[in-house]
């Protein structure tokens, strides 16, 4: 099960910080992703990161802008989201990955069998 927090309303270039505390003792095995979804979009991945944390993925629209981190001891992924634009107004969501996901296909939602509940964030212009 996973716990989501840390959304809220921001003005452009602002920045918030996005958390995640999975309950369970597989959380170390998982690699984790944050995904989005707008208004009227698909959900995407906006950040991965391997189980060790070694490893990170970033779409492209959020490079340089967005950090992800895990710590394994505390069961936690955080998404720290600075230079905010009105853009990346969404819902967020934390997913953990079935133990079986290959990196490469993280991208794809279906490689994921545990998700938050979502949090809002919205950018004002």
């Known amino acids: 099960q996973l716990q989501a927090s840390g959304g809220g309303l921001v003005q452009a270039g602002g920045s918030l910080r996005l958390s995640c505390v999975a309950s369970g003792s597989t959380f170390r095995t998982r690699a984790m992703g944050w995904f ?33 981190s895990r710590d394994n001891a505390k069961n936690t992924v955080t998404l720290q989201m600075n230079s905010l634009k009105p853009e990346d107004t969404a819902v967020y969501y934390c ?9 490469s296909a993280g991208g794809d939602p279906n490689t994921y069998d545990a998700w938050g509940q979502g949090t809002l964030v919205t950018v004002s212009s």
């Open 36 to 68: 989005r979804q707008g208004p009227g979009k698909e959900r995407e991945a906006v950040a991965r990161i391997r189980k060790t944390g070694d490893i990170t993925y970033y779409l492209d629209s959020v490079k340089g802008r967005f950090t992800i």
């Open 95 to 103: 997913a953990a990955a079935r133990t079986s996901q290959i990196w």
